[in-house]
């Protein structure tokens, strides 16, 4: 075999041989989003693309402008520029804005005709693609970005006029769209809006979590980042998700006292802890001959020990690793597996059977904190004698190696 045959390269028709090349982070940005699927273009208009984007533009003494995002086009930036120029050759200029990897230019219309026209038309290319502009904000406005969720399952048409019409109450609605599933890409009641919210302009209505849906007794909910303490579950303003009376999980049963409404953790019935502060007598020292003999008496006294006390102490820290949607009182079924973990926590610390259960069913990461947990805090199982299997500093199992 040739030295030349060893360093022929892959075939590049094939491919079979060359590896796969990794999407660049500028191809991934101008990629369309498969997840966030805009509302805002006409059903008769797919090939146009929306700029998005919310700056305040120009200055007191310049023309009207409008915002193009160009992060999707392949052609470089002095090729854009020469297409805008020839287009629209009485613009009065442009200003480049620098916005991580956007590519973004404010275009500056002294010609009110023209600029509705650009406004409306936006700017087409050879392909057939059109970019459509953004209006620049106003200087006292607020941006507020909104998450829509329970809406309406109907058609695309519907939806758009829906939304934007239910909005246009609290603020001028600059984007609207609804939330696609990733792996399915279905539509499944979920959405998005960016609202423009004047302060200083008059007759706006205040938003709120609740949103009539036009023209129906239907209901949709909006949440947003400085929105007021409101509840989830119930839609309730005043108390959180954790707090709220109709949540189902209120009907736990507390492992300490048997009632309802709180957790063993949070439970004022239960047994005081002793108060390490009272005076102690200190223990006798015993002699070397009766040592084995104290040693059996303790191993026949640990199986008379009364562990309640230490198994609810235990049961309350694994109570706090609880999944939100687990019910007390449903059966829950065998384990099918068991981790070298899960028997070291078992064999070494004093718990319920129901304690037991939960624990099985953690998630690995979960049960990690769990043992770390119970490390600084639990207690475990007491004897006299260190080699004995309930020793108070018990060593992990064989087949147990911490992460």
Not at 44 to 52: D, L, Q
Not at 73 to 89: D, G, V, Y
Not at 330 to 335: A, F, R
């Amino acid at each position: 075999m040739s030295s030349q045959n060893l360093t022929k390269l892959p075939d590049k028709e094939t491919g079979t041989q060359n590896r796969p090349q990794r999407l660049s982070y500028a191809k991934a940005t101008r990629r369309p989003s498969l997840i966030r699927d805009s509302l805002k273009t006409p059903t008769g208009r797919k090939s146009a693309t929306h700029s998005n984007v919310w700056k305040v533009g120009g200055s007191p003494a310049s023309c009207p402008s409008l915002f193009f995002d160009f992060t999707s086009r392949p052609e470089h930036r002095a090729e854009i520029l020469r297409h805008i120029n020839s287009k629209f050759p009485n613009n009065c200029g442009v200003r480049l804005h620098s916005d991580h990897a956007r590519r973004i230019v404010e275009l500056f219309i002294a010609d009110k005709k023209d600029y509705s026209k650009i406004k409306f038309m936006g700017i087409s290319f050879p392909d057939n693609q059109c970019i459509l502009p953004s209006i620049p904000l106003s200087p006292d406005a607020r941006l507020v970005h909104l998450q829509l969720s329970d809406l309406p399952f109907t058609t695309r048409d519907t939806l758009s006029n829906g939304i934007q019409e239910a909005l246009s109450d609290y603020g001028n609605v600059l984007d609207y769209g609804i939330l696609r599933d990733y792996d399915s890409h279905l539509f499944m009641g979920k959405g998005y809006a960016t609202l423009e919210i004047n302060n200083a302009k008059s007759g706006t209505t205040p938003l709120r979590h609740t949103v009539p849906w036009p023209n129906s007794d239907d209901l949709f909910h909006v949440t947003w980042a400085e929105m007021p303490l409101h509840c989830l579950h119930c839609h309730q303003a005043g108390h959180a998700t954790s707090a709220c009376p109709n949540r189902a999980t209120r009907s736990r049963v507390c492992w300490s006292c048997g009632q309802t409404g709180h957790r063993a953790a949070k439970c004022l019935n239960r047994k005081p802890k002793p108060d390490s502060s009272s005076p102690t007598t200190p223990p006798m020292p015993h002699s070397p001959s009766s040592q084995s003999a104290n040693s059996q008496t303790s191993d026949i006294s640990m199986l008379k020990l009364d562990l309640s006390s230490i198994e609810s102490h235990n049961d309350n820290i694994i109570n706090e690793y609880t999944p939100d949607n687990f019910d007390d009182n449903m059966p829950l079924p065998t384990p099918q597996f068991t981790s070298g973990l899960l028997r070291h926590i078992h064999d070494t610390y004093p718990m319920s059977d129901q304690a037991k259960q939960i624990t099985a069913f953690l998630t690995p990461s979960a049960l990690d904190l769990l043992a770390e947990s119970l490390k600084q805090n639990g207690q475990p199982f007491a004897s006299s004698t260190p080699s004995s299997h309930f020793s108070g500093s018990p060593s992990p199992p064989r087949d147990y190696s911490p992460t």
